[in-house]
């Protein structure tokens, strides 16, 4: 997968310099930008920002117009003022549906927009006038089931990026206040089937995978705290044998990314590229986490009330994961990632095996061997691949190791010492490989005639 399908809009901007330059011809770049599934003409009219500035606008308008309301809310009379909000969202509603029907549906969605906030505004109102339940979450939630409709009729990313934000607010208020939010449940349904209809978004696949994760996870928190409290509760628990859950779940998304890749999809391929990339990332943020050896010695001190469920789930999302990869078996990027993610699972599962806190320190050290070991994988990945991204993310990893390291020293300064040695020799020993790589690379290119290849900066 290559990276650079995240930067496609970009590099169509930058193809139309290339035509402006006489280096290619327009044809050319319509072709490069056909092959990542961007349209080259429509990238030089719109972008992120000014889509972004239109949003934010609409946005300023309705605070600008609930904050009026409000300011002169007591002395108007009550029924007035209920009637006066659902006038104000209907017609800006049917003023949005006119607007659509006429084609111009950039407006529209505008308007709609505008128009779920003057929904979202009389619901926290009339609930304010009739004193109408105390419970937030619930009017939240509302305003995002109203939105819903709109979002998934109009297939608009802005109302439909809206929606998330609304119903993950609520997912979010919900369980701080202990309860179990069982009724997110059509959304993430609807954020799935969007995902798979409608263009494109980054924003709302990261959006949807937090979103839906987040309530996997509460699930989870549900089910253990139900049976202790019993059948009919719905109070919300947090437990240590998340952790498990989490990392099983990341190990399913990159699954699921490699599934994606082998798709003919263009936006397939985007979310594929973009899905494997976090993934990574992800594991290298946990690993530096528990590189430290407090994690480790309140994991051990946890009660690990309900492991066989989470062992269960972790080693399920293996085997789903193992499945959806089962194209790419032969690509050595997916077998590393399998690999590595067995050892994390077999790492998170020993505090519940080991019930001394004296090897918490021996755990940390695992779990830094862990890190360098990762580190020089992506060195050798992104030197034999010629990719800059995996090259430099490699080296960043050694390096915040050993800087945290640094500050937080292994056993005593002896034992810091012989692991910065360690760390130099991963280094010299990583870029005398790249010079190898190099000089075989020129060798080959000279016998054929061509020239000389390097890192590719994706």
Same mark, same amino acid.
């Given at each position: ?181 069982? $009724?997110?449940?059509?959304? !993430?349904?609807?954020? *799935? /089937?969007? #995902?798979?209809?409608?263009?494109? &978004? +980054?924003? =709302? @696949? ?61 936006? $397939?391929?985007?979310?594929? !590229?973009?899905?494997? *990339? /976090?993934? #990574?990332?992800?594991?290298?943020? &946990? +690993?530096? =986490? @528990? ?168």
């Amino acid at each position: 997968m290559r990276l650079i399908r995240l930067l496609k809009n970009d590099l169509a901007k930058e193809s139309a310099q290339w035509v402006e330059s006489g280096i290619i011809e327009q044809q050319q770049a319509e072709q490069i930008c056909q092959q990542y599934g961007v349209d080259y003409h429509q990238a030089q009219v719109h972008s992120f920002g000014y889509r972004m500035l239109v949003g934010l606008g609409f946005l300023f308008i309705g605070l600008s117009l609930i904050t009026l309301i409000g300011a002169n809310w007591d002395d108007i009379p009550r029924a007035v003022r209920m009637g006066s909000l659902i006038g104000l969202t209907l017609l800006t509603q049917l003023f949005g549906w006119h607007k659509w029907r006429q084609g111009l549906q950039s407006s529209a969605t505008g308007v709609f927009f505008l128009g779920n906030m003057f929904y979202g505004a009389s619901i926290i109102l009339i609930a304010q006038i009739y004193h109408l339940g105390e419970h937030m979450p619930d009017g939240i939630y509302w305003w995002a089931f109203g939105c819903l409709p709109l979002a998934m009729l109009t297939q608009s990313r802005i109302l439909m990026l809206q929606t998330l934000l609304l119903s993950t607010v609520y997912l979010l208020l919900e369980s701080s206040l202990g309860f179990y939010p069982l $009724a997110f449940f059509p959304f !993430a349904i609807s954020l *799935l /089937w969007f #995902l798979y209809r409608s263009p494109s &978004s +980054l924003i =709302i @696949l990261f959006g949807s995978v937090f979103a839906i994760g987040y309530w996997v996870e509460s699930s989870f928190g549900w089910l253990w705290s139900l049976s202790q409290n019993g059948i009919g509760s719905f109070y919300l628990g947090w437990h240590v044998e998340h952790v498990l859950v989490t990392a099983g779940l990341f190990v399913f998304i990159y699954g699921l990314s490699q599934k994606l890749a082998t798709c003919q999809s263009v936006k $397939a391929k985007d979310y594929a !590229a973009a899905l494997a *990339l /976090w993934s #990574l990332r992800f594991a290298i943020f &946990s +690993l530096l =986490i @528990l590189s430290f050896e407090d994690p480790w010695q309140d994991m051990i001190e946890a009660d690990w009330d309900n492991l066989a469920s989470a062992a269960i789930f972790y080693l399920l999302a293996i085997v789903i994961t193992l499945g959806l990869s089962w194209q790419n078996r032969k690509n050595r990027q997916t077998i590393t990632f399998l690999i590595l993610g067995l050892l994390v699972g077999i790492l998170l599962l020993a505090p519940a095996i080991i019930d001394v806190d004296y090897y918490a320190q021996h755990l940390q050290i695992i779990d830094n061997l862990l890190l360098v070991v990762v580190g020089c994988g992506l060195i050798i990945r992104g030197i034999q691949s010629g990719t800059s991204h995996y090259f430099y993310f490699g080296v960043t990893t050694i390096l915040i190791t050993a800087l945290l390291r640094y500050f937080d020293l292994i056993g005593d300064y002896i034992g810091g010492a012989v692991l910065f040695m360690v760390f130099a020799i991963i280094l010299l020993a990583a870029a005398k490989f790249w010079k190898y790589h190099a000089d075989k690379q020129l060798g080959n290119k000279t016998n054929h005639g061509g020239q000389a290849g390097g890192l590719n900066h994706e």
